[in-house]
């Protein structure tokens, strides 16, 4: 499947992220404490703004807003999955 997606510099993007098979681990303190600490380091090595963010146990609604020189949306989406579901 092929996306479009606007790639504007310091643009304000929303977004759902669906664990995989819907599986309910974001219901568990211990795994948003993880989703915690990996969005940070996502955040300190590609800035942003978490302008709304909505942690249910199966997905995660977001809309964050990027810097202004920066137009990809993907390297702060894109945060190490694997590192997470390892974690687990």
């Known amino acids: 499947m092929q996306y479009?997606?606007?790639r504007t510099k310091g643009g304000t993007y929303f977004f759902t992220v669906v664990t995989h098979g819907r599986r309910p681990f974001l219901g568990e303190?211990?795994?948003?404490?993880?989703?915690r600490t990996c969005i940070k380091a996502v955040m300190e090595r590609h800035p942003f703004t978490i302008d709304a963010m909505v942690v249910m146990p199966d997905h995660i609604h977001a809309i964050w807003t990027l810097p202004e020189d920066?137009?990809?949306?993907?390297?702060?989406?894109?945060?190490?999955?694997?590192?997470?579901?390892?974690?687990?």
Do not use: S, T
């Open 29 to 35: 303190e211990r795994h948003v404490d993880l989703l």
């Open 70 to 88: 920066d137009r990809n949306f993907w390297n702060q989406v894109e945060f190490d999955k694997e590192q997470i579901y390892e974690a687990m």
């Open 4 to 6: 479009r997606r606007a």
